[in-house]
């Protein structure tokens, strides 16, 4: 047992360092993945925009009302 441990855990660290190369599937995922990140930022910043713009309006509003 001793020796397959021995001889596998190198065998597993080269396996790791050989996947270190992208392919082209791998880079548009990466890509994709990326995009989307971004857009969901935006999104969120739009939405904290929209919140803010919101809650102003309704502070004018109730000022008004006092």
Known sequence: MKN???????????GLMACEKQGPLEKAGEEADNAIEETQDELDDAT?????K???GLDEAADKVD
């Open 4 to 14: 397959m441990l021995k001889l596998l855990v190198p065998l597993a660290f080269l």
């Open 54 to 56: 919101l809650e102003e």
């Open 48 to 52: 904290d925009e929209a919140q803010d």
